[in-house]
């Protein structure tokens, strides 16, 4: 058994969230500059570049990359030789979330009760967290800071078996299109294939924390992939949707096995604020 | 894309009028902000009292809900948010007199018929650059319902904030437009 203080994950969490709202990964930063050379909008090109100004403004003035800080969402795996003391793993990493946000001059983004008041919770909490227990004794944190604007363009369907490739893909194409100048892209899409209704939406957003141009082990699937970011791009939609030929950086299927009745397809839409960074404890 | 057009609040009808979708505006002056709990407590309060917590004739509403200041800093990060979740509330706000509002993203039908009867502007903002449009505001004062954080409405002084024409009084659509050049593939 490793024993890991509770408070030593709380510090974590709260470095890696003040990391990933200052700092957009290089990855993406890349895939912006390559789009910069391609784009051929003249606005779409002039937006690109703002997008990479507004990255180094952010990143040297350690200010948030976008006003919206997001829904701070976690994926959590434990190893199950790590005995935890201390304190639970829940509240500490609430607790980086909340230091994080007091001290990183945060926006508090969240509303408590979502049908009546929709107080906000004024610190960021709860976070959403999905644990998964593994073998190992190590802790993996992956955060990803999930703004309004593109997560409100994503969507979740029940296609038929028969509805096949065709469906899927036209499916995954419509969201992509209508999320258009709402959701701020050049987009990351995270495709979930499989798996019952809820978890189809698990597994889109799983695939964002995908480097970009990192493709699926399957190659039938990594070229879907291709084949859908190559059609994305030709919807016009361009940077922050002022038309171009810049619309996705990339499409990223994640994949899982299905009822023999289903086809569970959801789409996760995240805008051009790619906030996604692991830490391993 | 024209030369940029300079414009000082609050807007008269000559300068409305004078603006097409497409063009490039450098704004500048008092603009209040007010976002989704602010639009639904004001038009509340409106139905109530007969009153707003501002008057807003000839002014600009800006979407946004800005990150906590750093010390130094006069605001933090402050980009535009979506501009149709307010849709519901901007005909009424347009029929007050409101002149402005600056977002990001596409417009319901409601509201551009309104732009049109009631001779008002939607500008766009560059979405998610933040850091960068925070430079263009001078001054921030917050004004009503401070309770609500971030959904708060401030008054807020704009130094050259630029924006783009995105639906005008004449039913030009900057995003429609944009995008038809570029689409190859219509889903």
Not at chain 1, 18 to 41: A, G, H, L, W
Not at chain 1, 147 to 155: L, T
Not at chain 2, 107 to 126: D, H, S, T
Not at chain 2, 149 to 175: C, H, M, S, T, W
Request: hydrophobic share 35%; aromatic share 8%; with cysteine.
């Amino acid at each position: 058994m490793r024993e890991i203080q509770a408070s030593l994950i709380t510090e974590a969490v709260k470095d890696l969230v003040m990391d990933t709202e200052y700092n957009i990964p290089e990855d993406f930063i890349q895939s912006i500059k390559r789009s910069v050379e391609k784009e051929e909008s003249p606005i779409g090109k002039e937006i690109l570049n703002e997008i990479l100004k507004n990255a180094e403004v952010a990143s040297k003035e350690k200010v948030a990359y976008c006003q919206d800080t997001g829904y701070p969402v976690f994926f959590i795996e434990v190893g199950q030789e790590v005995h935890i003391t201390g304190g639970n793993i829940k509240d500490a990493v609430n607790e980086g979330v909340r230091k994080a946000t007091k001290e990183g001059y945060l926006r508090a983004s969240l509303a408590f009760d979502p049908i009546f008041e929709r107080k906000n919770t004024g610190d960021n909490t709860p976070a959403l967290i999905y644990f998964d227990i593994v073998p190992g004794n190590k802790i993996k944190i992956k955060f990803a800071a999930k703004g309004g604007g593109s997560e409100n363009q994503s969507k979740q369907t029940m296609l038929r078996p028969a509805d096949g490739i065709e469906g899927i893909k036209n499916f995954v194409l419509k969201c992509i299109a209508n999320a258009g100048p709402n959701a701020c892209p050049p987009f990351t899409v995270g495709v979930g294939i499989g798996g019952t209704f809820d978890y189809s939406a698990v597994l889109a957003k799983k695939a964002l924390f995908r480097h970009i141009g990192e493709r699926h082990p399957d190659p039938k699937i990594a070229a879907f992939e291709k084949e859908l970011l190559e059609l994305a791009n030709q919807l016009g939609v361009g940077p922050l949707g002022f038309g171009g030929t810049t619309t996705a950086v990339d499409v990223k299927i994640e994949v899982a096995p299905v009822h023999i009745a289903s086809l569970p397809v959801a789409v996760n839409i995240q805008c051009h604020a790619a906030r996604h960074k692991e830490i391993e404890i | 894309m024209s030369e940029t057009k300079k414009i000082k609040t609050p807007l008269t009808e000559d300068i409305i009028e004078n603006l097409r979708a497409g063009d490039r505006v450098l704004i500048s002056g008092y603009v209040y902000t007010a976002r989704d709990a602010a639009h639904k407590r004001m038009i509340e309060e409106y139905e109530k009292t007969g009153k707003l917590p501002f008057d807003i004739k000839g002014q600009i509403i800006y979407y946004v809900g800005p990150t906590p200041p750093r010390p130094g800093q006069v605001i933090g990060s402050a980009g535009p948010t979506t501009a149709y979740r307010m849709d519901k509330y901007t005909p009424k706000l347009l029929e007050l007199g409101l002149k402005g509002t600056i977002g990001k993203g596409w417009r319901g039908e409601e509201v551009k018929e309104a732009l049109k009867r009631y001779k008002a502007v939607y500008f766009a903002a560059y979405g998610g650059t933040a850091a960068l449009l925070s430079k263009h505001i001078k001054s921030v004062e917050t004004i009503a319902y401070e309770d609500l954080g971030p959904e708060a409405v401030r008054k807020l002084y704009f130094e050259n904030f630029p924006v783009i024409v995105a639906n005008d009084i004449y039913g030009g659509d900057v995003f429609e437009e944009g995008q038809k050049k570029f689409r190859k593939l219509k889903v």
